[in-house]
DNA sequence: GTATGCCTTCTAGTTAGATGGAATGTCAAG
DNA sequence: CTTGACATTCCATCTAACTAGAAGGCATAC
């Protein structure tokens, strides 16, 4: 498949795959006879699992480290499994925090539902929609 | 507490505390008669939330938002109640993906564990043991 | 009484991550 | 055989979120 393929079935934009490669978080592609890149299945989850780990907040240069030491089938020194080590325990503490974060929009969700009787009403907050729905829908 | 407190205490550059401010995220401080912008816990309390919500992937719009509903005593609309929906769904999304993420990196480590029999190792990953650091320690 | 901290405003630079545009080349359909 | 969608590279620009520096002045601590 081609960048435009590829870039389609993640929703990202094709520079940005280019961008990737240039950075060594996708490896140099097959190239057809015309040039083109020629991605694989195995590139389309790479690139997803590099989407996902950066949704969840690792920087491109964690994600590289972890897809260079997933590749590398040689020893580990116990340099990288204490980097490992420490990205474990980073995720250990933001799972906890989600988890807190997300006991607290529940409760206010909870008084909001209480407040809300049933019908329509008018507050500040509608008319920043615009900024909002583009927050949203990012 | 002055500003340079507060920042100290949460470790954050007093600077940010009055870009904060200016972007609505924290309240027009108390003065003292100085004009010294004057603190108390509930800044402190603010000022933790947006930094740990940030950590957690929120952009500081996203924050204000959040905020800005918790101190709206008002009966909200149901618009911002889908808001909030959302970002409740995503935050659900976001732990599911960060457990999955988790047992992946455990995976690793044990396959490592397992190739480490105990000797210290040279590999090329070490040699970029100074950007590592960086990145780990930011 | 002199550092050091904080105030204001303004301007500008930084980093990460991505995106846009120009100039040029390739491919598939009609 | 041309037209429009896509590809290439290179360079430049954009956004979010800071961060820094300067100028000029008052405040507080040792």
Aim: proline share 4%.
């Amino acid at each position: 498949m081609r960048i435009g393929e590829l870039a389609a079935r993640l929703g990202v934009n094709p520079k940005t795959i280019r961008y990737y490669e240039a950075r060594g978080l996708l490896p140099d592609p097959e190239r057809l006879p015309s040039g083109y890149r020629d991605y694989g299945p195995e590139d389309e989850t790479r690139l997803a699992f590099i989407k996902t780990a950066q949704r969840l907040g690792l920087s491109l240069d964690e994600i590289g480290e972890i897809l260079a030491f997933k590749e590398r089938g040689e020893r580990p020194c116990s340099y990288v499994l204490s980097v490992l080590d420490a990205q474990l325990s980073d995720i250990d503490r933001r799972i906890g925090e989600l988890v807190r974060l997300r006991a607290e929009l529940v409760a206010l969700k909870d008084r909001a539902d209480q407040l809300l009787t049933g019908a329509a009403c008018y507050c500040g907050i509608v008319e920043h929609a615009g900024r909002i729905s583009q927050m949203t829908t990012r």
